[in-house]
């Protein structure tokens, strides 16, 4: 009888999906050829002549099958209902609550982070009930979502780069918190708690941000909740300053170099990212990572235009809240519109210039000169013209201050202000930029790079 059902025999029919389909087609169609030498069964093989149409309207009135995507589901973990009654009509009147921080959680790479979940019942339940849980990652820009647990009583399974690298945190009852080990960069985004109860599915929202560094004292570690707020087990961070209350020092050190916004000649948002890691090298640097730009955005960098950055995110640094820059009732920080094409997608760039090893000069000369005369005069100095990450790094490790605006490598004019003055633009240190004049204007002088 291997593969054939009689009707006519007592007995629940087999439960693989193609005899479920020959029990229901059966009375349906008696015209089915039965099994061979056993007359009125019908066999499994009859179901596939049928039209595809008619086996998908079959299929979609078809409740109770099993759905597969690494667990069988069912309406409870053994496969049957459960014998107390607890079933759909459980849910008239209770509601499946789930509970996700509304705060954004920061960590940094390397470290593990919990990502809070739990979930009750209104009103409250006495009786324990069989839950499913799934984490999933959010797609972010188009990127496909990311399954990342899944677990059913305590069977669990992880995906991806996620295997080896989370379990479900379940100290307390009802909690489903998910734990991620040795976070990588690209942790960082949206994540979906969702318990499934029966057929009551609810979810919440938990977001990550990755940060540079973070701070220790007194054996504790300060985990960043959101921009502007410090939370620390031991009670030593101040909530509303943003600074720790003890003299926490940071794990890293301050990254040896300096960040700074490029802009393509023709204007804003013109770069793809390969065009942005050349735009770059030529000005003496690589593009930024996450750590460098946010360290910078500490250090008061504030740029209302996204640029891209290491790990083909794109991001901005906003200190002041404002219009345009995400509006006022958003908290300052570093904004992020997350990863990118690498070639569709045009941005600016933010880089990084390493410590200067070389020395920058603002060239005295008699007259005001064209680019190419520019040039030309660093040379019959010794040096060559400076490029625009050279001019930085002379700013922010040497000091540099010249309220001259002069030529640069890539046709730029700009000039470095480390004592800020009347007469002398901003009242905030800085590259001041007068973009991409005309090559041949004389309004400027120049700026000479002399390495060592």
Request: a negative charge; aromatic letters at 12%; one cysteine or more.
């Amino acid at each position: 009888m291997s593969g054939c059902w009689n009707p006519g025999v007592p007995g629940p029919p087999p439960q693989g999906f193609s005899h479920w389909l020959v029990f229901l087609l059966f009375p349906v169609f008696p015209g089915f050829q039965p099994c061979s030498g056993h007359p009125g069964a019908a066999t499994e093989c009859d179901a596939m002549h049928l039209p595809l149409p008619v086996l998908l309207f079959l299929l979609c009135c078809v409740s109770g099958l099993p759905f597969y995507n690494g667990f069988y589901y069912s309406n409870s973990p053994n496969g049957r209902n459960p014998s107390n009654g607890h079933g759909e009509g459980l849910f008239n009147g209770v509601k499946l609550v789930v509970d996700t921080p509304e705060e954004t959680l920061f960590s940094h790479r390397g470290a593990n982070v919990t990502l809070p979940c739990h979930y009750h019942y209104e009103p409250d339940l006495l009786s324990p009930r069989p839950v499913r849980i799934k984490w999933w990652k959010l797609s972010e820009n188009g990127a496909l979502e990311q399954d990342v647990l899944v677990a059913i009583g305590l069977r669990h399974r992880s995906f991806g780069d996620y295997q080896g690298r989370v379990h479900l945190r379940q100290e307390r009852e009802r909690e489903v918190s998910l734990e991620i080990r040795d976070l990588r960069l690209e942790d960082y985004g949206r994540y979906r708690c969702e318990v499934i109860d029966g057929l009551e599915d609810e979810s919440g929202l938990v977001e990550l941000e990755l940060r540079g560094e973070t701070w220790t004292g007194a054996g504790t570690v300060c985990v960043c909740v959101c921009v502007g707020k410090s939370i620390c087990p031991s009670g030593g961070g101040s909530p509303t300053s943003g600074a720790p209350a003890h003299p926490f020092k940071p794990l890293l050190p301050p990254s040896p170099g300096v960040v700074f916004p490029y802009q393509h000649p023709h204007g804003r948002y013109q770069f793809n990212f390969h065009e942005a890691q050349q735009a770059c090298e030529e000005q003496d640097a690589v593009v930024a990572s996450f750590e460098q730009l946010f360290r910078a955005w500490e250090e008061g960098l504030d740029w209302c235009n996204a640029g891209w950055l290491q790990d083909a995110s794109v991001q901005y640094p906003i200190t002041q809240a404002r219009h345009p820059c995400g509006g006022p009732g958003l908290a300052p920080g570093v904004r992020s519109y997350g990863p990118r094409h690498r070639r569709l997608h045009r941005y600016d760039v933010f880089c990084f210039a390493a410590a200067l090893k070389g020395q920058v000069y603002y060239l005295e000369h008699p007259e005001k000169l064209t680019l190419a005369e520019a040039k030309e005069a660093c040379q019959e100095d010794g040096a060559q013209i400076a490029k625009v990450g050279q001019l930085f790094a002379a700013w922010k490790f040497r000091g540099l201050d010249r309220c001259d605006a002069g030529w640069l490598a890539d046709g730029s004019a700009r000039y470095p202000v480390a004592h800020p003055r009347p007469h002398c633009g901003s009242l905030e240190p800085g590259i001041r930029n007068f973009g991409f004049p005309d090559p041949q204007s004389r309004k400027y002088g120049v700026y000479c790079y002399l390495p060592r």
